[in-house]
């Protein structure tokens, strides 16, 4: 690879880092305030990416909106799962396993709902809905699409930041992430607190379905992606959200690598054994709490 | 009574086959400071849980202000005016003192959600009174150079301070105290004794307080439960309680053996 090539792959790597980070952030803040692994934000994602593509390819709309909408979708989604599926097991109390077994059933059956609608073709979001593909610099090559997908994650991750340092919102979903009984003896409605971070996770999703749709294509699998924000979320520690996107952006640097040097086949392959690794040598992540309990 | 704010009647907790507390009855007046006492695993705890909202009792009844709160949710017990410390330090990680603080006054911001994604200039200015009010409160409890460190890097006694700045900052009518000077020293102890009298003169707080130091609660309290193994032994004045055979035996007689 010569110099050109490593700073077009870095590019892409960093985009492709940034639409996972967006995902693993999602993940993330429903696995810190409830502790469990929550698959079914893959179908929230899913679901988000066809509200999109069809915001785009029937209405016409342009990007910005598009964006929106998945956004929008995605918090509408990301609420109904919550209500439709956890809520139950909230009010019973119930073992983490039950809330880790509905959100993989949640993902599968939000699958389907997009196969019985669209069928289970790859689909695309219109060619022109970004209009300049590629800006060159000398020999170098940039894909706008991938710029934006970077511009849109760093605005996303400039309103989350916002959001939990700076508002009784992000001030009480952070303290529900600690500790839920002492949160509500403080008097915040923990119940609002949990609806509060299935919205944010949710805006999150949508936002990261759409941004990977467009620079991918559209599949009802496409909510499978949510492994890498999983993988994401493990390898940064699932305590911190920071360390959580700087591992997205570190997984997507990497597959975008592997992918050009030893194919598409085998990189998922390389990517799994690190992560065992990783597991075993540092179980709490780079910067990571440990939690005791999760499913 | 006009002014009586807490009565607990009868306050029962079983976990399984063990009786945690057993017919607790207590009142608790306005502008009063209150303790329970007893040694460890005496049910004191058992009791601060009930009445805020931790879990219910197992059989009998909390009031506060004549209304029945036994079943409510802490977080409406909150809203009512009571709040609470811990015993074993509970604070949020990774949050700094002011922002431990504000968790405990935040929710009170009549703003929505939507309005937060715009950053609306309403926002803006309710979170600048958020931040100005939990000051206040930080510095009541004389915690103002350390607003801006993480609350659990503190030593022991400034984190018992930042919990006691977060329990107010809900600006509570009653304050529950869970033995506040767990784990502290003679200085840290007397100081902090300084401070429950300044806060219950400066802010007309009625007070319940726990611990199983006699010096604490001697030196506060005008009333006091003495609780052993679930059970209401007694209850009177501090002169009372010291000269009570009963507590004498139960209680202080094995720590003035221990002596």
Known sequence: MDLIEIFQQVINGLSRGAIYALIAVGFAIIVNV????????????????????LASSQFNLSFIPVVLIGMVTGAIVA??????????????????????????????L????????????????????????????????????????????????????????????????????????TTSLMGINTGMVIIAAFVVSGMMGGISGVLFGISTSLSPQIGQVVVKGFIASVLGGLGSLTGVAVAAVALGLIEVFLVSTIGSGYSPVVIFALMIAFLLLRPQGFAGVSFTDKA | MGNELLRVENLTKRFGGLCAVDCFCGTLEANQIKGIIGPNG???????????????????????????????????????????????????????VLETVKTAYSWRAPYSAIETLFSSPRVQKFEREIEEKSMH??????????????????????????EIARALASEPTVLLLDEPGAGLNQTEVRDLVELIRRLFIDLSLS???????????MQLCEWIYVQDFGECISQGTPEQIQNDPIVIKAYLGEEINNA
């Not at chain 1, 502790?35 to 179908?43: D, E, Q, R, Y």
């Not at chain 2, 930080?138 to 350390?146: A, R, S």
């Open chain 1, 34 to 53: 409830l502790k469990f692994s929550n698959f079914a934000h893959g179908g929230v994602l899913g679901i988000s990416a066809y509200a999109g593509y």
């Open chain 1, 79 to 108: 609420v109904l799962v919550e209500f439709i599926a956890f809520r139950w097991i909230r009010m019973q109390k119930g073992q983490l396993v039950y809330f880790f077994v509905t959100s993989v059933t949640m993902l599968m």
């Open chain 1, 110 to 181: 939000l699958e389907q709902i997009l196969v019985i609608r669209f069928g289970s073709f790859f689909d695309t979001y219109p060619y022109d809905l970004i209009k300049v593909k590629f800006i060159n610099i000398g020999e170098l090559s940039i894909s706008v699409t991938y710029l934006i997908s970077l511009a849109v994650t760093i605005v996303a991750f400039g309103l989350l930041i916002y959001v939990f340092k700076k508002t009784k919102i992000g001030i009480a979903i952070r303290a529900a992430s600690n500790d839920m009984t």
């Open chain 2, 42 to 96: 005496a049910g004191k705890t058992t009791i601060l849980n009930m009445i805020s909202g931790v879990y219910p009792p197992t059989t009998g009844q909390i009031f506060y202000k004549d209304q029945d709160i036994t079943k409510f949710q802490p977080h409406k017990i909150n809203h009512l005016g009571i709040a609470r410390t811990f015993q074993n330090i509970r604070l949020f990680q990774n949050m700094t």
């Open chain 2, 137 to 162: 409160f930080i510095d009541m409890v004389n915690l103002k150079d350390c607003a801006k460190s993480n609350a659990q890097s503190l030593p022991y006694g400034l984190q018992r301070r930042v």
């Open chain 2, 207 to 217: 007070i319940l307080l726990i611990d199983h130091r006699m010096d604490v609660i």
